[in-house]
C-alpha cells in the first residue's frame, strides 16, 4: 500500500501503493465493484486497505455470521443472490444487501486465519469454483502483509489510519492536508507519526507470493 515517497520530514516508507497495485492486479480476474482486506482484532475485521477512499470503508466493524463460517472453515463463503439490489440501499450494509459476496480467509496453509478477504458485486453474478480457488489461494498470498501489518497499524489512531490509506492511494502530505481539511503543519504530523510506527515493515513484507493460476498474470 505506500511507495517509498522521502516527503519533507519523514523516512521510508514501505512500498504501499505498489504493495496496493498487485493486490487491485491480482483481484482484477475476479468480477467485483469492492473490496477489503484486513485483520482480525477481538471479533471484528480492522481494514488495512479498500478499493476505495473512503474512511467509513477502513472503520473497525463486527464480522458477519458468514465470515465467522469462513473463517471457522478456513476456507472460503460465497454469497450468491438472484435477488436485485435497489440502487438506494445503504452502502454501510454493502455486505448484507449485495447479491455476490466472497469472503476468503487470511492464512498461512494449515494455520488460523489473521485477517480476511471481503469481495463483492453491486449487480446479480455466480462466483465460480475457479473464482473461490483464486480467493483462497490469495487468502494465503495475503497472510505474510498482513502478519507485518497488523501490528504498526493497530497502534495508530483514528486520523493516522485515514492517512495510511491516502498514502496508499499514493497522495502527497500537501494532498493528505485538502482531503483531511487540516492544515500542512498537521498533515505533515500525522504522516510523520504513520512512518515511524510502520518503521518495523519492510517492503519485502508486502510481496504478494507468486498464485500459480492460469489466469493470472504478473
Known amino acids: 500500500m505506500v511507495e517509498g515517497h522521502n516527503l519533507p520530514g519523514m523516512g521510508q516508507l514501505p512500498d504501499l501503493p505498489e504493495a496496493r497495485r498487485r493486490l487491485g492486479l491480482a ?22 486497505a479498500a478499493s476505495e477512499i473512503s474512511r467509513r470503508f477502513m472503520v473497525s466493524h463486527p464480522l458477519l455470521p458468514l465470515a465467522r463460517l469462513a473463517l471457522f472453515e ?18 454501510y450494509d454493502w455486505e448484507l444487501d449485495w447479491p455476490a459476496i466472497l469472503y476468503a480467509p487470511v492464512a498461512e496453509r494449515g494455520q488460523r486465519p489473521i485477517g480476511l478477504l471481503i469481495v463483492g458485486c453491486r449487480q446479480d453474478h455466480w462466483y465460480s469454483d475457479d473464482d473461490v480457488t483464486l480467493a483462497h489461494n490469495l487468502g494465503a498470498s495475503l497472510a505474510p502483509m498482513v502478519a507485518a501489518l497488523r501490528g504498526p497499524l493497530s497502534r495508530l489512531s483514528v486520523a493516522e489510519t485515514a492517512v495510511a490509506q491516502l498514502l496508499s492511494h499514493g497522495f502527497s502530505s500537501q494532498e493528505i492536508a485538502r482531503a483531511m481539511q487540516a492544515d500542512d503543519h498537521r498533515a505533515q504530523t500525522l504522516v510523520d507519526n504513520v512512518t ?23
Open 27 to 48: 483481484l482484477s480476474t475476479i468480477r467485483h465493484d469492492r473490496w477489503v482486506v484486513g485483520y482480525l482484532r477481538g471479533g471484528c475485521l480492522q481494514p488495512i
Open 74 to 91: 478456513r476456507k472460503p463463503t460465497v454469497i450468491n443472490s438472484v435477488i436485485e439490489t435497489d440502487e438506494a440501499t445503504n452502502e
Open 196 to 218: 515511524r510506527k510502520l518503521q518495523s515493515v519492510s517492503t519485502s513484507d508486502l510481496m504478494l507470493r507468486s498464485i500459480q493460476l492460469s489466469r493470472m498474470t504478473w
